[in-house]
């Protein structure tokens, strides 16, 4: 098969672009050790010539062996790249490079061990957090008890509402979750209270743990000054201490 020059596949209406994404794929042929394919048979100008006594052609090969060596999403990104290659609608082919992009995007943010985005995160202030903790070992009678108010209070910004500022958990429930007896919970939350940490108010029969949303927020940050608003109305200048 004669070799067919870059300026020959221009005439024939390739477009660089094609061009350049023949020779991207045979960047990746070679890494993964599978046959190069020219880039007049990756655009599809020429056809590929099977080899003889093989029941495979060359792309075929290629895919079977590059795949084992990528990520789900990598492999997805690959094949829709080649496939780019391979059509013969323009937009058809602009919407699988799309389609790779973002594969590839995906393929960059592997999941460790832990959903950051699943259970809504909770972004806390540095300033928040440094300024509580120095409050609190000045002002707790022990270490102890001040570390044990910090613990507390990490569980408190760890059950915040959703874009809003009170904690979805009683003084009861947090006693479970942190294994903590009612007397000792009791110590603890006035003492953050009196630290400035968190804001007991009361609704009805319920007393409500807040925090102030400059401090700790979860949920949307398009919807933070409204919270900070809200805490302002409703627990600043409307809310009964709890002390």
Known sequence: MARI??????????????????????????????PVQSVAVLVGAVEHRRRKGSGRDG???FTARALRRRGTYDQAAL????????????ERAVRAR???????????????EFDFFGGGNVSIAFQYQDAVTERLFETAPT???????LSILWTICR????????CDKTASQLCEITRTDKARMARALNLLEDVGAIRRV???????????????????????????ERYKLDVIDGGRSDG
């Open 98 to 112: 799309e389609a790779a992009g973002i594969a590839k995007e995906l393929s960059s943010a592997v999941q460790l």
């Open 143 to 149: 270490t102890a008890a001040a570390k044990e108010a």
């Open 202 to 228: 009361k609704r009805g029969r319920v007393k409500l743990i807040t925090v102030t949303p400059e401090g700790a927020f979860r949920g949307d940050v398009n919807q933070h000054g409204k919270a900070v």
């Open 159 to 166: 059950h915040l509402g959703w874009q809003t500022y009170t």
């Open 59 to 61: 792309p075929a090969d």
């Open 79 to 90: 094949l829709l790249d080649q496939q780019a290659l391979a059509e013969r609608s323009p």
């Open 5 to 34: 020059s870059m300026n020959e596949l221009r005439k024939m209406g390739v477009s660089q672009e094609d061009i350049d994404m023949a020779r991207a794929t045979q960047a990746a042929q070679r890494r993964t050790g599978s």
